[in-house]
Structures are given as structure tokens and as C-alpha cells.
């Protein structure tokens, strides 16, 4: 890596994706739902406890075949937090589907768990807490609200691999969950994602939409004597070659994790006192969380101030970035918005500063980037 400049992301690599992409190339089946797509979605199963996994494209595909597998229809209600990307709307928007935006928490950027009662109606179908910088929302809470008003829990766990709530894998609670294997998060295979299945009652029909609208996949397993097309679907499978780039970093998930949360905690240690001479806060976890450090950031203490910041690290050959813009606020969905002001979902897009974390990031970088915030404040 040029030391001369750190970027805000640059992809791990473990060493043995290109040898598990030839070996991929040698069996002879490069297509999705091989041996390396069955390698991988057996190992997130019995780490994570899914009843079902299905490798996607995307997390994205994932989000889109939630919307599929619960017959989302025009009129239908769904509630998400603004303070996303837009996947998280756009897969249930796709099928017709209303998205009512609910606010962010103030200690957090995740949704605001006290506030989504009140947002709920006969026509609501579901709820997609988003686990934001892999960092749990109040999944009993959620539950409480699921039960009560027979709703549906689906986890945008995007940035929430290796993730718990009060132990529990993040993606395992809601009834289903999604995931991302982006270049951007923990384990990557440039494009990809998964959809982990957590009630039994969807599992056949999410393989079904998986394979196109076939069951495909039963006539592979032998299950039955010829496939046709059976149900809506489309193709949501990735290939070999991504689920082989994938494998590679599951067999190192451990290590990149030890080296995140390093990097994190570094930060952390360096600027724990910024809050005592500047308007920043650090990032919050709250006690049923776990920390997969997936990402670090900051909260300025307002827009002038982070451009300021971000123009300082530039100079110095650090590029820090902000993230999410309200969607409520976007140009494509404020047209169709009620009006109603999600005040922290806001602040966070004007506030929020991501930093450098990956592990090549080495500790003397990591010292200079703190340096540099710090001379940004004092000066």
C-alpha cells in the first residue's frame, strides 16, 4: 500500500482466493449453487445458527427476495429507517409496497426503537431494523411490536457479520435476514450477499425463488424427477467463482476480525477525549450489542464542521467519507413523502464521518489519522 496515501477501504485478501477459483474452474462447474456456494452457505449455517442460507448477488437480491417471499403487494406498508441505503426501501418499493421512514435513535444511528409503534397501521406487513456499523437494534423490542401486530422481522444485517445481540448472531432473530459481502465489508467477494432463512415456512419457496421460479435445486438433490417453473423468482444466485473468492475469506474471518477490532480500539483509545474540547461523539454501543468493528466513525458537530475535516484529512493524503443520505429527503422518494421531520436521521447524514478500517491499516497510520483529527480540533 502507497503510505503516502491511506484509503477510506481497501479490500483483504487471504491469499488463497485465485488457487480456490482454479480449483473452482477445474470442477467444472462455474454456475451458482456448487461445491463452493454449498461450502460456504453450510458454514454460515452452523456458525450462525440459519435454518436455511442462500448465497446472492447482492445484499440487495437478498432484500428483494424478502420482498418476494412475503407476496409484498401495492398498498402494503413497510417500515424502515431513512437513515439507509436505499436497498433497504427500493426492494419493497420494486413490489408496490409504501415505505413509512422511521427516525433514528439520538445516541445512534439505528432505528429508533421507542418510535415505530406509532408508526404501525392495519396495512403495516413488516419491519427492517438495519443493524447500522454492525451494531444491534433492540431486537426485543422489535420482537414485542412483531408479536403483537403479527408483523414480519426482516434484519438488514449488511454490515453485521460476526455481530450479536445479547449473544445472538445478528441475521438469526427476525424471520429472515440479509447480508452483504460488498468489497466495503468484513468479508467480501467484491459483489455478493446472502439471504439467511430463520422461518421454516419460507425455506422451501426462498430456494424456489432463488433458482428463477424452478425447483431446480430439488431435482439436483434428486428430490424430484424433472423441474419446471413452479413460482415467481428471478436470478439471484452468484456464481462459483464469487462463491470461491468468499470461501477464502470465511476460512479467515477470525483473523480479520482480531485485526478490525485492533484497529478500532486503537481509535477508540487515541480518541476517547476528543468529546472533552471538541463538539464530537465517539460511537455508541449499547450493552446487548457486540462491537464487529466494521466500521468507525464520527459525529461532528455540524455539516461546516465535517466538510472541514474531510478537507483537512484530504490534504494529508487520508480520505475519510461521510454516508447515508435521509431518504426521505431523496429526489426520488420526497415527492411521495408525507412530510413529517426525522430530525436525527438527518443529523446523522450532515454529521456523521466515517474513518480508514481495514486490516492492512497499520498502527502508525492509524496514529496519524488520530493526530490529524486531533490538530484539526486544537488548532
Known amino acids: 500500500m502507497d503510505l503516502t496515501f491511506i484509503p477510506f477501504n481497501k479490500p483483504y485478501l487471504s491469499g488463497?482466493?485465485?488457487d480456490y477459483i482454479r480449483q473452482a474452474v477445474e470442477k467444472g462447474k462455474i454456475s451458482g449453487n456448487g461445491y463452493f456456494t454449498q461450502k460456504c452457505q453450510e458454514f454460515f449455517c452452523r456458525?450462525?445458527?440459519?435454518?436455511?442460507?442462500?448465497?446472492?448477488?447482492?445484499?440487495?437480491d437478498a432484500l428483494e427476495m424478502s420482498a418476494l417471499l412475503l407476496d409484498i403487494k401495492p398498498g402494503d406498508e413497510i417500515i424502515v429507517p431513512s437513515y439507509t441505503f436505499v436497498s433497504t426501501a427500493l426492494a419493497f418499493v420494486r413490489q408496490g409496497a409504501k415505505i413509512i421512514f422511521a427516525d433514528s435513535r439520538a445516541d445512534h444511528p439505528g432505528i429508533d426503537e421507542q418510535k415505530i409503534e406509532e408508526l404501525i397501521t392495519p396495512r403495516t406487513r413488516a419491519i427492517v431494523p438495519v443493524h447500522y456499523a454492525g451494531v444491534a437494534c433492540d431486537m426485543d423490542a422489535l420482537g414485542l411490536l412483531a408479536k403483537k401486530y403479527n408483523l414480519v422481522i426482516i434484519e438488514d444485517a449488511a454490515q453485521a457479520i460476526e455481530s450479536y445481540?445479547?449473544?445472538?448472531p445478528l441475521g438469526s432473530i427476525g424471520n429472515?435476514?440479509?447480508f452483504s459481502f460488498h468489497e466495503t465489508k468484513n468479508i467480501q467477494c467484491g459483489e455478493g450477499g446472502m439471504l439467511a432463512i430463520n422461518d421454516s415456512s419460507y425455506i422451501k419457496r426462498s430456494e424456489i425463488i432463488w433458482e428463477k421460479g424452478t425447483n431446480r435445486a430439488e431435482f439436483f438433490r434428486g428430490e424430484v424427477n424433472k423441474y419446471g417453473w413452479v413460482d415467481i423468482g428471478s436470478s439471484f444466485l452468484p456464481s462459483e467463482i464469487n462463491a470461491a473468492f468468499l470461501f477464502s475469506q470465511i476460512e479467515f474471518i477470525n483473523q480479520i476480525q482480531e485485526r478490525r477490532l485492533q484497529i478500532w480500539d486503537l481509535y477508540r483509545e487515541r480518541l476517547n477525549t476528543l468529546p472533552s474540547f471538541s463538539n464530537v461523539r465517539l460511537p455508541f454501543i449499547p450493552d446487548y450489542a457486540t462491537n464487529n468493528?466494521?466500521?468507525f466513525y464520527l459525529i461532528t458537530g455540524s455539516l461546516d464542521e465535517r466538510t472541514?475535516?474531510?478537507?483537512?484529512l484530504k490534504s494529508k493524503n487520508?480520505?475519510?467519507v461521510f454516508h447515508y443520505q435521509s431518504l426521505h429527503k431523496s429526489s426520488y422518494y420526497e415527492p411521495f413523502y408525507d412530510g413529517k421531520e426525522l430530525p436525527m436521521c438527518d443529523l446523522y447524514t450532515d454529521r456523521l464521518l466515517r474513518l480508514p478500517l481495514f486490516p492492512e491499516l497499520t498502527n502508525d497510520q492509524v496514529n496519524m489519522i488520530c493526530d490529524e483529527i486531533t490538530n484539526y480540533y486544537r488548532s
Open 308 to 312: 472541514g475535516l474531510i478537507q483537512h
Open 165 to 168: 445481540y445479547n449473544s445472538i
Open 176 to 178: 429472515l435476514g440479509c
Open 47 to 60: 456458525q450462525y445458527g440459519f435454518k436455511k442460507s442462500l448465497l446472492t448477488t447482492s445484499c440487495t
Open 16 to 18: 488463497n482466493e485465485i
Open 293 to 295: 468493528a466494521h466500521m
Open 318 to 320: 487520508i480520505l475519510s
